[in-house]
């Protein structure tokens, strides 16, 4: 029981910690839009997380499986975790393709840089 509740601690804490760097993207954005798509930032993150998880246990068990049927007969299968994996992965470019076509009028282009802020750069 108390190993579940660690488990879930660690997993909120990455979880925000990708809701951090996500939102760092659309730190130029006015602070009404940021908060209509606070949602999505949250479930970009949190498939995120899922999905390492996955990759984790992908990588821990492979990805493929042999499944034995009787004693003469071995099948070698597809870990059934590969499906939910990139299940995953697909919802998750989605959110954030939705993430990017709702801010990418709003986003603050900061204007370009001429030869003499170049200049002063290096």
């Not at 509740?5 to 730190?27: A, G, H, P, Q, T």
């Not at 299940?87 to 076509?101: P, R």
């Amino acid at each position: 029981m108390e190993e579940n509740i660690l488990k879930k601690e660690e997993k909120e804490k990455r979880i925000k910690k990708e809701m951090n760097k996500i939102k760092k993207v659309f730190k130029n954005l006015p602070k009404e839009k940021l908060q209509k798509i606070n949602d999505l930032i949250y479930r970009a993150s949190f498939l995120l997380v899922m999905a390492q998880d996955m990759e984790e246990e992908l990588l821990n068990c492979g990805t493929y499986t042999t499944r034995t049927v009787n004693a003469s007969q071995t099948f070698l299968k597809t870990h059934p975790l590969c499906k939910d994996y990139r299940d995953t992965i697909k919802s998750y470019q989605a959110v954030i393709k939705q993430l990017d076509d709702l801010t990418k009028d709003d986003m603050v282009q900061e204007p370009p840089k001429d030869e003499l802020d170049k200049f002063l750069e290096s």
